[in-house]
């Protein structure tokens, strides 16, 4: 038997009804907040994510699914590829290449599938999906603004609620300007040195190279040693500093609960400034929900102008996973509201012209309509409807065309009547 690759999965209904509520919800929440659809590609040129996500990350140097383009044109022979590990680099890169910031300050939002080639455990897979949004924009726009970072942060406290996760905790920090990091960095150069031989190849590797990265380490024993190392927010310049607050001032006149977490750095090179992460209870070891943070050098970075900006992606995995833990994808799947059912030779073609009136019906936006077929015996088309969960069963038999009305049977109840054609919509859709 052939099987889905190692880390990848299929959505299957009735899990999917559950998918297309999180996005519904989501996009009705974008739409409020007047954030706009982007689709960039699902692979782009490798040196997208070396240059914007940073050569040391652990995305970068051991997770990407990289190959070498063969196409037969010259120009495609030899090009590195990459499927997209993340979107922030592939939204940046479409800001500059479209010239994008000709319309200002602008709100993306873009759904979709990502790859890590990462162990596969629970909440994480080597395909997984995310909903991720983007502020980015000219300083004069007010991208730069600690206001933007707050209405980010209190528009993913909505988007959780709206969607019905509870006992989030918010997770916040200031990773500072890249002139604060080369302070921290070279701080934690210093404390490294003496006990850096004790710890993993990695960390050995990341203290020579970019140290920051040393916070990535999942290792446990070397958790002991980068528990005592220094802290970001002791290198804060004013500037930075006073960012910082604003943001907190916010989140506390709106009423979004924080808490701050001073080794929070996150995975990726982009980040300046705010940095944060959205952790629930329920998902286990991998408990992180989202995460984000500010990118002020990302443009510029990838041969753009500059153009502050702050965005976000949802594991939409991990969010779904734990709303499996309140609402099961049952109570969102909708039902059938009339199961038709032909009965004997020649029916079909009148059942198929009800179910065409019905589903036209200007009563009928939201309506579940569920075909038989003539060739099954009255007995199996209500096994038929009562596994589907139907609530009513519709029979179009020869004498009910004869006489242009229809058996209809509620089948919770088991009350059966006959009804005229021009009344079934009414009937049906109405209640
Ligand atoms: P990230 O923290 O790498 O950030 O990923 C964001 C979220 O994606 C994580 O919090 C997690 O929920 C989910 N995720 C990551 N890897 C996996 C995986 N292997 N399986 C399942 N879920 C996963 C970013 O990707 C940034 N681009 C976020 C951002 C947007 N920053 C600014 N704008």
Same mark, same amino acid.
């Given at each position: 038997? =052939?099987k889905?690759p /190692?880390?990848?999965?299929d959505l299957?209904?009735?899990?999917?009804?559950l998918?297309?509520?999180v996005?519904a919800?989501?996009r $009705?929440v974008f739409?409020a907040?007047?954030? *706009?659809e982007?689709? +960039?590609?699902?692979?782009? &040129?490798?040196e997208?994510?070396?240059?914007g996500v940073g050569?040391e990350?652990d995305?970068v140097s051991?997770?990407?699914f990289?190959?070498? $383009?063969?196409?037969?044109?010259?120009?495609d022979?030899g090009?590195?590829?990459t499927l997209?590990?993340?979107? +922030?680099a592939g939204i940046?890169?479409?800001? %500059?290449?479209?010239?994008l910031?000709? /319309?200002?300050?602008?709100k993306?939002?873009?759904?979709?599938?990502?790859?890590?080639r990462?162990?596969p455990?629970k909440?994480?897979?080597?395909?997984?999906?995310?909903i991720d949004?983007?502020?980015?924009?000219?300083a004069a726009a007010?991208s730069?603004?600690p206001? /933007?970072?707050?209405e =980010?942060?209190?528009l993913l406290a909505?988007?959780l609620?709206?969607v019905?996760?509870t006992?989030w905790t918010?997770?916040?920090?200031s990773?500072?300007c890249?002139?604060?990091?080369?302070k921290f960095?070279?701080? @934690?150069?210093l404390?490294l040195?003496p006990?850096?031989?004790k710890? !993993?190849?990695d960390?050995?590797r990341?203290a020579?190279?970019n140290p920051?990265?040393v916070?990535d !380490?999942k290792?446990?024993? $070397?958790?002991?040693?980068i528990e005592?190392?220094? +802290?970001i927010?002791q290198?804060?310049d004013?500037s930075?500093?006073?960012?910082?607050? #604003?943001?907190?001032?916010? @989140?506390?006149a709106?009423g979004?609960p924080?808490?701050?977490n001073q080794? @929070?750095?996150r995975?990726?090179d982009?980040y300046? /400034?705010?940095?944060? #992460?959205f +952790?629930?209870g329920g998902?286990?070891a991998?408990?992180?929900i989202?995460?984000?943070?500010?990118y002020?050098?990302? &443009?510029?970075?990838?041969?753009?102008?500059?153009a502050?900006?702050?965005?976000?992606a =949802?594991?939409e $995995?991990?969010l779904v996973?734990?709303?499996?833990?309140?609402?099961s994808?049952e &109570?969102?799947v909708?039902?059938?509201d009339?199961?038709?059912?032909?009965?004997g030779?020649g029916?079909n073609r *009148?059942?198929?012209?009800?179910?065409? #009136?019905?589903?036209?019906?200007e009563?009928?936006a939201n309506v579940v309509?569920?075909l038989?077929d003539?060739?099954?015996?009255?007995?199996?088309s209500?096994?038929a409807?009562d596994?589907?969960g139907?609530r009513y069963i519709? %029979?179009?038999?020869?004498n009910?065309v004869a006489?242009?009305a229809?058996?209809?049977? *509620? @089948?919770? &109840?088991?009350?059966q009547v006959?009804?005229?054609r021009?009344?079934?919509?009414q009937?049906?859709l109405?209640?």
């Open positions: 038997m =052939i889905s /190692r880390g990848t999965r299957l209904p009735p899990d999917t009804a998918w297309n509520f996005e919800t989501v $009705d739409r907040y007047n954030f *706009h982007i689709r +960039t590609p699902i692979f782009e &040129s490798t997208l994510f070396a240059r050569e990350t995305i051991k997770e990407m990289t190959w070498e $383009d063969r196409g037969r044109a010259e120009s022979k090009q590195s590829l997209r590990p993340e979107n +922030t940046v890169r479409a800001y %500059i290449e479209h010239k910031w000709e /319309r200002g300050l602008n993306f939002f873009s759904i979709g599938p990502m790859f890590r990462e162990r455990q909440g994480r897979y080597r395909q997984f999906y995310q949004a983007e502020v980015i924009g000219p007010g730069q603004s206001a /933007r970072d707050a =980010i942060l209190e909505t988007l609620d709206r019905g996760i006992g918010l997770e916040l920090n990773v500072g890249p002139e604060d990091r080369a960095n070279e701080a @934690l150069r404390a040195a006990v850096v031989g710890m !993993c190849a960390c050995q990341r020579v190279t920051l990265r916070f !380490c290792v446990p024993e $070397d958790q002991p040693i005592t190392l220094p +802290t927010s290198f804060l004013e930075c500093r006073a960012h910082y607050e #604003e943001v907190k001032n916010i @989140l506390n709106v979004v924080y808490v701050e080794r @929070l750095v995975g990726l982009y300046t /400034r705010t940095a944060f #992460e +952790t629930h998902l286990g991998q408990n992180a989202l995460g984000g943070g500010r002020d050098g990302l &443009s510029e970075a990838l041969g753009g102008p500059a502050p900006g702050i965005g976000f =949802i594991g $995995d991990r996973l734990s709303l499996m833990e309140t609402a994808a &109570s969102v909708r039902k059938p009339v199961y038709i059912a032909p009965l030779a029916m *009148h059942a198929a012209r009800l179910a065409r #009136e019905l589903r036209r019906h009563l009928a309509i569920e038989g003539e060739a099954f015996r009255l007995k199996k209500f096994e409807a596994k589907m139907a519709l %029979i179009v038999g020869e009910e006489a242009d229809f058996a209809l049977k *509620h @089948l919770a &109840s088991g009350e006959t009804v005229p021009g009344e079934l919509a009937r049906i109405r209640t």
